[in-house]
Every structure is written in structure tokens, then in C-alpha cells.
């Protein structure tokens, strides 16, 4: 469900702190062709496998859009290839500020949130949940995470906020659970984000549970899947890290997102609740039916502009293109952007690298083989997540790259976009250091 990423399984204070990632990130530059093609902003002659790709859905009309920006070190503006139209029933072009519900993207930026305040040294990266928490002192683990929620032990040891920013607490999650505990957290309305008004086939209706503070403590009363430190397993741990940053910080969950991330980062269009006067640019969330696309959320009445009960960092926020890429630029700047420091480059480099911790086993799983830093997925040299609606985003240090897909469709599995991007976006690379080669 997400890009690969950067994998850095030790790392000493003096490596964190010791010179510029933007240098090595200069380098990297230096080995790929950069033409006069990227000082335009549709970049999809130097692009062409992705381009095409992203003709082919848009044009055959399974996707209003298929839009994609690469950056490269910190220019800034990302060059887009791609396109299409807000709605498959609406002319009006979709362009680097439409907004898109971006889902578990949400998750990074959650993530580094939580690495602000461990860098200001008021969490602690191994800190046990239930000091800031006191109800997840003493958890219950279900003994068959499909059976009944009574049959229970003991944790071994406490949630800590590295496994809460690695899914390796335990917790369960409304989308992954099954049995009793995902009926318990339907019931409860322990939800990690919103679709749609309308009713869906096949999905029944769950009331959430009114705000971050009583959804953290309704949690707490439900027993674990597995024991903590042992297991990778997509969870709501993001979304609990969102009350987490509430009580520490003194602020509401968005407003600290603002404050500290958004406004230094210039993201000015990302959102749990769309603005009523923003709403021209938000996209129509499409399902995918027998390859058909059926509007679920049309943009003119969507979810989105209503205000959430649970403001959700796991899945709750709507973003554009070029927000979502100023918050790349930040990590590719290790902290920095426009000569300003978000982040501490140490906060970065550790939020980047994989946070797993060394008792977890991750075969069978989403994650195997591959590491984990603060709400996404890392490894060589790469880190991002993709969202529920087919988005994906990611950097990567060793090419100086930054890089997002925006469409709007569920589930995403319902087309292989994501193989085919990545597939397409590895050939076109390719393409460019044979040219810079040949040249």
C-alpha cells in the first residue's frame, strides 16, 4: 500500500547531526539528465512511460485523473505529468492546487509531528504510551486476534511511541480487524476516516465516536490483536498518536498540524475539514464496480466539509498536490525549506529510518523484508505511504527525488495503478541515466 523507502537501521547522534543532506543530495542530481524540459511545468516528455500511463486511465474514462508531480533537490515547484478533470461529469481541470482526500498519506505527517515534539524531548521515542496515556496501562491481548474479545492475557510489556509510529503495538484496526474486535470497534466508532453521506453497498454505517479524547479511551477498554513488539500489523496506532500529540503539546491535534507543520511548511490547502470556499477544487471520490467508476463522494457535497468528530492523523486529511510536495521538499531538506528549519535534520533522519523494533517479526506482512520509520514505509534511501484513494507519495534521497500520485477511486487495489507507476517511473528513470550516459 505505499512506496518504498529508506532504510538506515543504526544510526549514532553524530551521523544524525553530521553535515548537510543537501549535498549528497546535489550529487545525486548531478547524475541525471535535467534538460530544459524541467524548467517547464508539464514534464511528460521526460516522463514518457508515466505519461502514457496516465493517458491510458484518464483517457479510457476509468479516472476523472491520474495526476503526477516530480521535484527534484528543492526546486520549488514539482513538475506535473498527467492530468484530467475534477469529476468524469465536469470540464474543470484538475491542476497542482485541486484537493484530494489523501488518507493514510495523513500518516507521515502525523508521524513527524510525533518526531517534533521527541526531538523537543517531550516524548520519548521509547517512552511507555501509558504515561501520557494512563488507560493503556495494563493491556489484554487477545489470544486468537479473530475470537471473542473475554479470551485474553496479559501484555507483556507496555505500547511504547515507537511502536505506535511503526504499527507494532498490537492494536487492532477497523479496516484490517475481523470478528468480534472489528465489531467491537464498529460499535464503539472507532473510526481512522470518512468516506462518504451516502449510503454503500456492503458497508454498514458507523456512528464515530464523538471526538479524539473519548475514541483514545474507548481503545484503551478493547484488548490487543497481538502482543506488543512482536508483530507488524496495519493499525489505528497513527490515529492514537493524534491524542497523544493533543495531551503533550497542550493543543488540539490540527491546530499543532498547523502551527507546526503546515503554516512553516506554506501547506495552506490541507484540511480535515474543507473550507467552504475551497470546495470548487475538491475532486469526486469514485468506487470502482466491474471497472466501472460510481461517484461515492461528489466534491460538492462531500464528508469532507463537514467537521470530523475524530480528527483522524491516521486518515483524515484532504490536501493538493502542491501541499503535499512542499512537505516532501521538507523532508528531501532534511527539516528545511526556503531556508527555514520545520524540523531539526536529526528529527528527519530518524523519522525516515526504520524504527521497527528488533524483537518484531514481519513475514506474512505488508512490511516483510523492508523497514518502517514514522507512519511509513522505508528503505533504500526511500520513505512514503500511499492512501486509501489510490494516492502515493514518497522521497527518495539517493536520486534527490520527490514524488506523488493523485487519483481519486476505492478500493485501491481495484486497479494495479500503483505497480504499473512504479513500474512505468522505474523505466523512465532508466531512460534518463542511458541518456545521460550516452550523452
Not at 335 to 355: N, P, Q
Request: hydrophobic share 40%; charged share 20%.
Amino acid at each position: 500500500m505505499a512506496f518504498r523507502e529508506f532504510d538506515s537501521a543504526t544510526l549514532s547522534r553524530r551521523a544524525l547531526f553530521r553535515g548537510s543532506a543537501l549535498i549528497a543530495g546535489g550529487a545525486a542530481l548531478s547524475t541525471l539528465p535535467f534538460g530544459r524540459q524541467l524548467l517547464a511545468h508539464d514534464v511528460s516528455e521526460a516522463w514518457p512511460n508515466v505519461a502514457a500511463l496516465a493517458d491510458r486511465y484518464v483517457s479510457q474514462r476509468k479516472l476523472a485523473n491520474l495526476y503526477l508531480t516530480f521535484g527534484w533537490g528543492q526546486e520549488e515547484h514539482a513538475h506535473t505529468v498527467g492530468g484530467g478533470t475534477l469529476s468524469l461529469a465536469k470540464p474543470t481541470p484538475v491542476d497542482e492546487n485541486s484537493l484530494f482526500r489523501i488518507y493514510s498519506m495523513s500518516k507521515p505527517i502525523t508521524g513527524m509531528a510525533t518526531m517534533i515534539l521527541i526531538d523537543e524531548g517531550k516524548l520519548g521515542l521509547d517512552q511507555p504510551v501509558h504515561e501520557i496515556l494512563p488507560k493503556f496501562r495494563d493491556m489484554q491481548v487477545l489470544i486468537n486476534p479473530e475470537g471473542a474479545l473475554e479470551e485474553t492475557v496479559p501484555a507483556e510489556r507496555p505500547i511504547t511511541i515507537r511502536q505506535l509510529l511503526t504499527h507494532t503495538a498490537g492494536l487492532g484496526y477497523q479496516i484490517i480487524s475481523k470478528g468480534p474486535l472489528q465489531a467491537a470497534f464498529n460499535e464503539q466508532g472507532l473510526v481512522g476516516g470518512r468516506v462518504s453521506r451516502l449510503p454503500i453497498p456492503g458497508i454498514e454505517p458507523v456512528t464515530p465516536a464523538p471526538g479524539l479524547a473519548v475514541w483514545a479511551d474507548r481503545l484503551a477498554e478493547l484488548p490487543l490483536m497481538y502482543q506488543p513488539a512482536t508483530k507488524w500489523s496495519y493499525s489505528c496506532s497513527i490515529d492514537l498518536l493524534g491524542r497523544v500529540i493533543e495531551v503533550v503539546s497542550g493543543m488540539e491535534f490540527e491546530a499543532f498540524l498547523k502551527k507546526r507543520i503546515f503554516e512553516p511548511c506554506g501547506m495552506n490547502s490541507t484540511w480535515m475539514q474543507v473550507p467552504q470556499s475551497e470546495v470548487h477544487r475538491l475532486t469526486d471520490n469514485y468506487g470502482i464496480i466491474g471497472g466501472n467508476a460510481f461517484p461515492i463522494d461528489p466534491g460538492a457535497n462531500s464528508i469532507f466539509t463537514d467537521p470530523p468528530e475524530v480528527p483522524a492523523g491516521g486518515g483524515g486529511l484532504v490536501s493538493s498536490p502542491k501541499d503535499y510536495d512542499r512537505f516532501l521538499r521538507m523532508l528531501l531538506g532534511y527539516g528545511r525549506i526556503d531556508g527555514k528549519f520545520v524540523m531539526s535534520e536529526g528529527a528527519v533522519r530518524v523519522g525516515v529510518s526504520d524504527l521497527i523494533p528488533a524483537t518484531v517479526d514481519t513475514k506474512g506482512s505488508w512490511l516483510e523484508g523492508e523497514g518502517h520509520g514514522a507512519g511509513g514505509r522505508s528503505k533504500d534511501g526511500q520513505f512514503g505511504w500511499g492512501g486509501a484513494a489510490g494516492t502515493l507519495a514518497a522521497v527518495d534521497f539517493n536520486l534527490g527525488l520527490r514524488s506523488t500520485l493523485f487519483t481519486q477511486y476505492m478500493p485501491s487495489e481495484a486497479y494495479p495503478i500503483r505497480d504499473e507507476f512504479l513500474a512505468a517511473m522505474k523505466a523512465d528513470l532508466a531512460a534518463m541515466r542511458a541518456s545521460k550516459k550516452a550523452a
